[in-house]
């Protein structure tokens, strides 16, 4: 078997993004934004912005991701952040539903452009969630590949009886998990499960019954626990797959532990949306994962493995 030619011939990882033409910090919903510290430097702040926006875009594609634009709007600073857009796995997108009324304008936006792929035949079916369930998308639903589960979080965004709507939807295992601290308010800024079974997370942002449902299903050799100041950095919130992780930041320690676990580590700035309690993972939406057998980044990261 060719490894490097088969590794070629696999499709690019599809993502979700939205250019931050509106983006600002213009009100608070968690303890991350500051919106009169915003407004001081706010031209400035939001070049750097569309600047590290772009940088993240530019080393998506490079490292071999195909990337999907769903056009920004004024008024929905937030919009930014595509993976609160949905849940979305075997080509069904499961919209959120939002709790802050600052952000439930974006759910007509999210749908429209959900129905654009569905027409394009980048997805099957666009569900809604039920009335009176929040589900705040990706941030708050995490697939994990190697277990066959999704992981979601609830305390501070997202509704626990989300749980039920997500297994029903899918037909996977969802296992809840309470988060405990505010400034970790989605669960993608807290956990990151990683395409060969490893998992990133932050232990204090969990209640005690959380962090007991995350060891009994890690083993202690796949659980990576964050340190308060790599879990400040949101170095949780990363964009993985095959054998790429791409965050914003993170000590040379956790970088030194993933590459030797065999991931190249990228980096790519994105503190202006640091200041919005927000990072990679959170302005990224994987549109292409699969529950069959051995998702396809993890495939192509075992293949990469042998390849080196």
């Not at 069904?92 to 452009?113: C, T």
């Not at 970790?184 to 962090?211: K, N, Q, S």
């Not at 927000?278 to 994987?286: I, P």
Request: glycine letters at 8%; a negative charge.
């Amino acid at each position: 078997m060719n490894i490097r030619a088969t590794l070629a011939e696999q499709p690019r990882p599809r993502y979700l993004m939205c250019n931050p033409q509106h983006f600002a910090v213009s009100y608070s919903i968690n303890p991350w934004m500051d919106p009169k510290a915003w407004a001081e430097r706010g031209d400035a702040l939001h070049a750097t912005a569309a600047a590290q926006w772009d940088g993240l875009y530019r080393a998506l594609m490079r490292a071999g991701a195909a990337v999907e634009l769903i056009d920004p709007a004024p008024g929905l600073p937030d919009l930014v952040f595509t993976a609160n857009a949905a849940v979305v796995l075997d080509g069904k997108a499961l919209l959120a539903s939002f709790r802050h009324a600052e952000r439930q304008g974006e759910q007509p936006v999210y749908a429209a452009g959900f129905h654009a792929l569905k027409a394009r035949g980048l997805l099957g079916d666009v569900v809604e969630m039920p009335d009176g369930v929040v589900l705040e998308g990706a941030g708050d639903c995490l697939w994990d590949a190697r277990r066959g589960l999704f992981w979601m979080g609830s305390g501070f965004r997202s509704d626990p009886r989300a749980a039920a709507v997500v297994e029903d939807c899918f037909d996977v295992p969802c296992v809840p998990l309470d988060l405990a601290d505010p400034s970790f308010y989605h669960l993608d800024t807290a956990l990151c499960p990683l395409p060969c079974g490893g998992v990133i997370y932050h232990p204090g942002a969990f209640t005690e019954d959380a962090r007991a449902a995350i060891e009994l299903r890690v083993t202690p050799g796949d659980r990576i626990a964050l340190d308060p100041a790599d879990a400040a950095l949101f170095a949780a919130n990363a964009v993985c797959f095959g054998r790429v992780i791409v965050m914003s930041s993170c000590s040379e320690a956790l970088q030194a532990t993933l590459e030797r676990r065999g991931y190249t580590v990228v980096t790519t700035l994105l503190n202006a949306f640091l200041r919005s309690g927000g990072s990679a993972c959170c302005l990224t939406l994987r549109l292409d994962r699969s529950s069959r057998a051995v998702e396809q980044d993890a495939l192509v990261g075992a293949m990469a493995a042998q390849a080196e």
